[in-house]
């Protein structure tokens, strides 16, 4: 009971001050319930774990094979509670305080060409049950690889947003956090093609005393919108569709196309770094090294010195 007590605190008030995405707080209200069910088997509680206990647990999950970047969230949320604990009096100390993380890996993001992304756009055109999913699909994937928006920001986009043939969407990210991003002429148009024929499937709805959603991409799921997972397996779907390998296609790595691609072109980091929302330009910087390796593979492949003739 403490503990849930704790975390359930905790939450409400990082929700609260600092409007933390409904994502990062399932993840790290996961990651306390985890430490302290370890905390219980061990015969111990938040209020009188000490460093010793989060360096075991750490070293618990190490164990289990996890992911240096999901210890490394993990001790985050620890950190977190326990700050959250020392200011509101609970403890008199900070047990996770001086503990160093794995820190986290910069592994390069995977990507697309953009024959792959034509690919996907082309199955999204042809690929669906009904005209109308094909003109949804066509609509995802357009503003997706327009904007390189994360695929929460997409499918929760009200359409309040879209309205008018907007040239630029405003888009509401991580923390809440508000960006403009510019939409390209197909995008324009396959979201006109769309909210036409939503609106057409709206009226239907009201005259059978149905409320008209809110949402861009409106479904019956809790949410009220297109979930993430379907939208997963949707564009798993697209990719068998087109061709492209199942395997490199997420919604994330169309945002990766994005980023690469206008770097490829000519746009400056602090372009993209606005565009993608990207708190730290450093993040942004991962880019330069994708486009780097692209770049050395392609000319390993092709320039005639680089090939060994014995």
Same mark, same amino acid.
């Given at each position: 009971?403490?503990?849930?007590?704790?975390?359930?605190?905790?939450?409400?008030?990082?929700?609260a001050?600092?409007?933390?995405?409904?994502?990062? &707080?399932?993840?790290?209200?996961?990651?306390?319930?985890?430490?302290?069910?370890?905390?219980t088997?061990?015969?111990?509680?938040?209020?009188?774990?000490?460093?010793?206990?989060?360096?075991?647990?750490?070293?618990?999950?190490?164990?289990?094979?996890?992911?240096?970047?999901?210890?490394?969230?993990?001790?985050?949320?620890?950190?977190?509670?326990?700050?959250?604990?020392?200011?509101e009096g609970?403890?008199t100390?900070?047990?996770?305080?001086?503990?160093?993380?794995?820190?986290?890996?910069?592994?390069?993001?995977?990507?697309?060409?953009?024959?792959?992304?034509?690919r996907?756009?082309?199955?999204?055109?042809?690929?669906?049950?009904?005209?109308?999913?094909?003109?949804?699909?066509?609509?995802?994937?357009?503003?997706?690889?327009?904007?390189?928006?994360? *695929?929460?920001?997409?499918?929760?986009?009200?359409?309040?947003?879209?309205?008018?043939?907007?040239?630029?969407?405003?888009?509401?990210?991580?923390?809440?956090?508000?960006?403009?991003?510019p939409?390209?002429?197909?995008?324009?148009?396959?979201?006109?093609?769309?909210?036409?024929?939503?609106?057409?499937?709206a009226? *239907?709805?009201?005259?059978?005393?149905?409320?008209?959603?809110?949402?861009?991409?409106?479904?019956?799921?809790?949410?009220?919108?297109?979930?993430?997972?379907?939208?997963?397996?949707?564009?798993?779907?697209?990719? *068998?569709?087109g061709? *492209?390998?199942?395997?490199?296609?997420?919604?994330?790595t169309?945002?990766?196309?994005?980023?690469?691609?206008?770097?490829?072109?000519?746009?400056?980091?602090?372009?993209? &770094?606005?565009?993608?929302?990207?708190?730290?330009?450093?993040?942004?910087?991962?880019?330069?090294?994708?486009?780097?390796?692209?770049?050395?593979?392609?000319?390993?492949?092709?320039?005639?010195l680089?090939?060994?003739?014995?």
């Open positions: 009971m403490q503990a849930m007590r704790w975390i359930s605190t905790y939450l409400d008030a990082q929700m001050e600092m409007d933390a995405a409904d994502n990062t &707080q399932s993840a790290y209200g996961r990651d306390l319930l985890d430490f302290a069910e370890w905390l088997d061990a015969g111990q509680d938040f209020a009188h774990a000490a460093r010793g206990d989060v360096e075991r647990y750490l070293i618990h999950c190490e164990a289990q094979g996890l992911a240096q970047a999901t210890r490394a969230r993990r001790l985050s949320s620890i950190k977190g509670m326990y700050r959250f604990a020392f200011e609970w403890r100390d900070n047990p996770a305080i001086q503990i160093r993380g794995p820190g986290r890996i910069k592994s390069l993001p995977k990507t697309l060409s953009v024959e792959e992304v034509e996907l756009l082309e199955a999204a055109r042809s690929h669906g049950r009904s005209k109308s999913d094909r003109i949804r699909n066509t609509c995802l994937m357009e503003l997706l690889y327009a904007t390189g928006m994360r *695929v929460t920001e997409l499918v929760s986009l009200p359409v309040s947003a879209t309205r008018g043939d907007p040239r630029m969407l405003l888009v509401r990210g991580k923390g809440g956090k508000e960006r403009m991003v939409l390209s002429p197909p995008a324009r148009n396959a979201m006109a093609a769309w909210i036409e024929q939503r609106d057409k499937q009226e *239907v709805a009201r005259g059978e005393g149905i409320a008209p959603s809110k949402f861009l991409f409106a479904s019956k799921a809790k949410t009220g919108h297109l979930t993430r997972h379907r939208f997963y397996t949707l564009i798993k779907e697209l990719a *068998v569709h061709g *492209v390998s199942p395997a490199k296609v997420t919604p994330h169309l945002r990766h196309a994005f980023a690469t691609h206008l770097l490829a072109n000519g746009a400056d980091l602090r372009s993209i &770094q606005t565009l993608l929302g990207h708190a730290d330009i450093s993040t942004t910087e991962i880019y330069t090294h994708v486009l780097e390796e692209r770049l050395k593979a392609l000319v390993l492949q092709h320039h005639p680089a090939t060994d003739n014995g």
